[in-house]
Structures are given as C-alpha cells and as structure tokens.
C-alpha cells in the first residue's frame, strides 16, 4: 500500500471490476506422439501450487463476475424460487436396519442433514413410524454433519457404516473435494469417537455386522484404488492388514458386504472385466477367494441368497449375451454348473440384482427406460441344477416368474431406493418423471400390494398440472433413432397438432405416431451426457421449474455411449465409435430446430464431466446450431489427459476412450475430437465453463486452458471456478442451488429471457 492510499480505497482498487478479459501467457510446450507434434500454449496453467496459475484463475472468475453482475438480480430471485419450492426442514421416510429405525432430518438454515434413529418396536415391525418436524418419542441423533462441517469451507460424508447391534458407527470425511476420506468409528452409546483414525481412504470403507472390524480401500500414487485393508477396532492403524492388492493398472479395487451380512466381497473391476472374491462373514481372517477367475472382456457381479437354506451366489453376467444374464451356483462351489434364474430374457438388459430372505429383486432395462421387476424364491424347490437348466419353463427350479412392477404411465424411472434388510417383506421403490415429482412407495411382495410413503413435496403454490412431458425421436447420420426425453410448461405454448411421441422406447421411433411440433418456436436447453454406459433418465427437478417457468423447454438427449437403449448403445459410442455420442447430440438439436421446437438462436446446450467433452466437441463440430454452452467440470482436453497414466483415472480409462499412448490409429481418431486442441477460426456460442479446483477426476486446468484457447480465437468464454471444491462443486446445499442459480440466470441471459418475468 502507498502513502496515498487509505485502506478503502486499497480495497475498491483491488476489487473495482476488471476492464478486460485475462489474456492468459504463451508458454509453448512441444508434446510430441507418433510422429505428429502438437504445441500446447497453455499447458503451463497445469502447475497447481503456482502462485501464477492461482492469480490468473483469480482473474478469470474476477472477469466472469463482472461479466454476470447484471443477473445477480436474477441469480437472487432463481435462488430464492428454488428455495421456497423446497421444503427445507423436512425428513426422509425411516428405513429398519437391525433394531432401529434409521432416517435422516433437514432443518431450514443448515446446510447438511443430521442422521438420527428410533427403536423399533419388536422383531415384527416393519411399518415406519410416522416422521412430522417434532422429535419421536425414543429419538436420537447418529450423526449431525452441520458440526462435524463446522469451520470447513467443503465436506462431504463419504462411508457411512453401521453396526447390526447399533453399537458402532464407521464414518468417512472429506473436507477439500479431493475425494481423499478420513475414517473414524464412534461409539454411538456414549457419543464419542473411538481414537481410531484411519487417513487417506477411498470411498465405500465399511464395518462389518459384528462391529469388530473395518474393511477399506488405498489408493497407489495415481490415486487409483489398489489394495483393500482390515482394520481391528480398538486398535492403531499401524496394525492394519493388507488383504489384497491389485497391481494391474486398468483396475479399481473396492469391497463390501453383503445385504445378508453373511459374506464379504472384493471387487476389482475395469471398464470391460471385473472379478469378485468372497470372505465368509464367520472367518474374516480368512484368505479372499476368487467366485470366477477374472476372463478378460467378462463383467460378472455376484449377490448373495440363501436358497432351500443353502449359501447361492446370484450372478449377473454377460459371458453368453452382451445384455446380461442371471444365473445362481453354489457359495461353496461357485464353480458348479450355474442354474438360470429368469426363464426368459429377450428384451432386456439386465443390471443388477438384490436378494432378500423369500424373494429377488432385478433391476433392468426394457424398451429404454429402467425397470424392476421381482422373483418369488421356493425354499421347498428341489435343487437339482441338471433339471433346471433342461426344463424350458422353470418348473423345476426354485425360482418364480419375473413379475414386473406397472410404471402406470407411458413414460418415467422406477428404481429400487433403500432396502437394507434382508428379512424385509416389501421393497421400496422410486417412480419419477420429467414433469412427475418423485414417488416413494413400498410394494409388498407376497400380495403385491403398494403404499405410498412419501411424494418429494413442491412448495410454493405450484401447480403441477402446468407442466407436460413427451418423448420425441431424432435420426442420427447412419439412421439410429436417438430418444429425447422433452418437458415442458403446457400453458406457455400451444401445438401444432394434438400427437404425442410419448409412447415406450424400443429401439426405434413409434410407427404413424405423430410428434407434437410447437407453433412459435420455444428458447430451450437441451442436456447430453453420453459416456460410461450411464443412463440419464427421465427425472423431475425442483430447480428446473425456474427454467419451465420462464417458458423454456427442457430436453434431455439420450446420445449413444450412454446405456438407455442396452448393452448396444454403449459400444457405439466409445473408443473409436465415440463420435456418434457428438453427431447424435447433433442431430437431436438439428431435429428440434428442424421441427420448430426452438431455433439455433434460442438453444443453449448442457452437460458436465463427459458430457463437457460432449459440449466442447459439439461447439467445435457445429457452432451455428448453438446460442450458447454451459459446460461443467468439463473433460476438454482429453487426449493431453489420456495421454498421462500418472494422472488420476488415465490407464483404466483407456478402455472406455482407447489408449492414444501406445496406439497410433486411437492417437488420430482422439486428435480429431478432443475439444481442446480443435478451437478452430470459427464463430462459437457464447460458452460457460464450470470447474472445482480440488477436482481429481476433470483437473481445472482442462476448462482452464480451452477458455484461454477459445478467448484466443475470440469466442466469449467465461471461466468460473469454485476454489474450495471438488468433481461436484460446492457441498452445502444453500451453496449447490446458488450454483444452479448462476448457471440458470446466465442461460436465460443467452436464450434472451433474463427479463421476463414469472407467469402465476
């Protein structure tokens, strides 16, 4: 500070809003593969700890809220709406585990849930109580994180692992976003933590039944999960044993217990080949042992059920059938002839499966959107394999006919959500929908009866009949039938005609079906992701109302490289198919301008992690169909990244995107993509770029160094990074829908409705 200077006006020179953007410094770096030599200008930005690098991500949020500063107004009124909407002091519906009812409380102000249990009433009680604001007679708290967050810029509750007699709690903390967990174990009688600690952990650590040991997972120095650890309660970390090490590069490594608490697993798993071994819950101590060898391409998870009172591993697999089946062998012979649980399986990519003491749940796909259906178990069955397996129709097998579980409606999400015992009669499910708010309900299995626990409320005088939801379909460059999932404020825009495409999805558009049009095109976001053979489905926001209120359409795109459409749509977008994820997100927006939905000057584009990548390949493939992009913890600069085992993710990613370090023709087909290094002279959407300092998994320097690249080429970039955050930004839930708020206003800036004002 000079002599002239008084503290004030110090402090307005040094937040008076920036005149220009940053200009970020060449420093050219030569990164050279295959005899082709790329030239990286920015490739400095990645120095972490640089006081430099700091300073200039500094600036770019400076410039980004300059740049926003006439929406904070609107920023405040979306925050506000949003908040309103959700009932903030709320409860969740209690779920028996052991001898307690389990559930967990929100109060208005506090950012964190406080997780808090009653007794049950006896061994056959299986109906929650009824949960208001006021405390139930017996109630306690279990863990509060609004203290254990006290004084911390970020947290985030990671294992949560408890005891059946309720004794212990094992609990994980992260307080940077680095996804770097502290495990601790309370005893939940007097309240206290027990002096055990147990640093630097993976995600997914858990206390076995008995409460006596903890099960977690390390991680090698590319923060790859490589070897699984048995900790005893009660004593120092430094006794700790390594039970298990997975040197191959292209594996995660995790562990857990069954629901039955009979058995423990190991689990390793690449993107195509997975192996489980199994520990008896009686002999802890005991050597791992494989349920199949490790095939490589194979993926099997392994469940386990008590069958005509025999151990059984229910495993779902795809050595035979590229969408899975599910088979059952015993525990104590996994290699035995497998019996086949489901008699028929056309039609459906199966994906999970849950048993429970007299029944099965699956959890699958059908026609594009996720299912559940259960499996009655015959304890009396007689167990002969060779039966089974020659009878068409099961007769001699103990397992049931599937029965699917009614979604009463064309289109929507049913999944199974919190069922921890294994003695429960009934399952809990979730349905929701684009314009559905969620639905919890327990469906009882012996007589199929359902009861509503619990309909995710909407505050705020919302009329739920406004809104409106359709499926439409869109044709990719080699004639795919891509599904998007559209809804919609119905008062705010009228039809063309009276069609709907809302109808099942099975694999190609309805026939003589027409599809609703718009008679005024409508400003709309449209939402890809695209990768990992994730499913994005269709699912009712809260916060989204904001948008649909200010008569913005919502469109999700249901891109190749997800895993709507089965096992299929995944393998057609990844490694050297991955470009059919960007020309299918392409034609969606193609088709919706094409049919008069919106128009390019009134799209906005969406999506985060891969789907950044997906934003940023699709702003570079075909700018002109886009007013502007948001692009969340983006994945930009992908080859550079792939290109580095030593980084968080590298190698076991290789087999979703391809290895470009040591094949030449996987090198091109990547270059030819990855955002970063195609920035072209060409004119860009305005473009949003979201990142998280801590991230491990998207570094900050990806979005970092393609804002500086886009700015270059004279793009209007924005660059705003949470600086005490990691992969899924802030962590209080205040925090989280102020982001949303940001990210809403500056789309509605782009689509030119900033202005308008909410329609009652």
Known sequence: MTD??????????????????????????????????FVDDYEWMREKESPEVIAHLEAENAWTKAQTAHLEGLQESIFTEIRTRIKETDMSVP?????????????AGLDYGISVRVPVSGPDDWTPPEVGEDALPGEEVVFDSNIAAEGEEFFSLGSFSLSDDGRWLLYGVDTTGDERYTLRLRDLETGRDLDDTIEDTFAGASLDPSGRCVFYTTVDDAWRPEEVWRHLVGTSSDEDVCIFHEPDERYFVGSGF????????????????????????????????????????????????????????????????????LVDVPAADPAADSRPVLAKVAGLRIEDVDAFSDFIAISYRRGGFARVGTVALDADAALDTDAALAADDGASSPFGPLQELPFGRETGTLLLAGNPEFAQTSIRLLFTSMSTPSVLYSHRVANGTDTVLKRQPVLGSVDLDRYGETLLWASA????????????????????????????????????MAAPTLEEPAPLVLYGYGSYEASMDPYFSVSRLSLLDRGVVFAIAHVRGGGEM????????????????????????????????????????????????????????????????SAHVPFVDALTSILMPELP?????????GDPLHDADVYEYMRSYSPYENVAEVTYPKILAVTSLNDTRVLYVEPAKWVARLREVGADALLK????????????????????????????????????????
């Open 4 to 37: 002239s200077e008084t503290p004030n006006t110090a402090h307005a020179a040094r937040t008076a809003a920036p005149a220009t953007a940053p200009a970020a410094k060449k420093v050219p770096f030569e990164r050279t593969h295959h005899g082709h030599t």
């Open 95 to 107: 779920n028996r585990l052991g001898d307690f009812w389990y559930f967990s409380r929100t109060r």
């Open 258 to 325: 069954s629901r039955s608490g009979r058995m423990m697993f190991v689990v390793t798993g690449s993107k195509t080949t997975s192996g489980y071994w199994s520990i008896s819950a009686d002999d802890l101590e005991a050597e791992p042992q494989a349920v199949w060898p490790r095939e490589e391409g194979v993926e099997y998870a392994v469940e386990h059920a008590v069958i005509g009172g025999e151990d059984r591993f229910l495993i779902t697999h795809n050595r035979n059938r590229a969408d899975f089946e």
């Open 477 to 512: 460059d080699d004639g795919t039938q891509v599904p998007i999932s559209v809804v919609y404020r119905k008062d705010l825009h009228r039809f063309a005609d009276a069609g709907t495409a809302a109808s099942a999805r099975e694999g190609a558009a309805p026939a003589g």
């Open 566 to 629: 089965g096992r299929h749509w995944y393998d057609e977008g990844k490694t050297l198919a991955k470009k059919n994820t960007f020309t299918d997100f392409i034609a969606v927006a193609r088709h919706l301008t094409d049919t008069g939905w919106t128009t390019a000057e009134r799209l906005v584009a969406t999506g985060g992690s891969a789907g950044g990548l997906l934003m940023g390949a699709v702003a570079n493939m075909a700018p002109e169909l886009f007013a502007g992009i």
């Open 649 to 657: 993710l590298t190698v076991i990613e290789w087999e979703e995107w």
């Open 721 to 760: 990074t949470e600086m005490a955050a990691g992969h899924g930004g802030a962590s209080g839930r205040y925090d989280a829908w102020k982001e949303t708020a940001f990210d809403f206003a500056w789309m509605l800036d782009v689509l030119g409705r900033s202005d308008v004002e909410i329609e009652p």
